[in-house]
């Protein structure tokens, strides 16, 4: 259920309670073995991808049948087609930028809210239930005076 084709077959029409589900689940890791092989004149340059990479980018989940990284916040909120959600990023020659660059990203970070939000009570419910309470409180004084 969580895992990227998974969220993508859904084509971001979740309910609530399926994303919940998502979000206690996390984000799948698998072991990726993306590999980049950049070759100039004097030598040939071989990156991969480490798996580590998951525990520095926390939002981060990778999908085996592409063989590519994606943003797990981003495919359960985001309505934006980025490479992040739609095909996988797979250029480790730029990773590091690109990471920083999305993570910094305005729908990112809403996306990212939102899941931290996922199944907490809203502020606003809180304050009116508040409110609700000091207003009964009051009726109640009155009533004694």
């Given at each position: 259920m969580n895992s990227v084709q998974a969220i993508m077959r859904s084509h971001k029409i979740l309910t609530f309670q399926e994303k919940l589900a998502i979000k206690a689940l996390g984000p799948d890791r698998p072991n990726l073995v993306i590999e980049k092989v950049t070759k100039t004149e004097k030598r040939e340059y071989s990156r991969k991808v480490n798996?580590?990479?998951?525990?520095?980018?926390?939002w981060l989940c990778g999908c085996d049948v592409k063989n590519a990284l994606f943003?797990?916040?981003?495919?359960?909120?985001?309505?934006?087609?980025?490479?992040?959600t739609s095909?996988?990023?797979?250029?480790?020659?730029?990773?590091?930028?690109?990471?920083?660059?999305h993570e910094n990203s305005h729908s990112h970070k809403n996306a990212n809210i939102?899941?931290?939000?996922?199944?907490?009570?809203n502020i606003s419910?809180?304050?009116?239930?508040?409110?609700?309470?000091q207003i009964n409180r009051i009726i109640e004084f009155r009533h004694k005076l």
């Open positions: 798996n580590d990479i998951y525990n520095k980018y926390k943003c797990f916040p981003c495919l359960i909120f985001s309505f934006d087609v980025t490479v992040w095909t996988g990023f797979t250029d480790l020659a730029h990773l590091s930028e690109k990471l920083k660059k939102e899941l931290s939000m996922l199944g907490r009570v419910t809180q304050l009116a239930i508040g409110i609700f309470i």
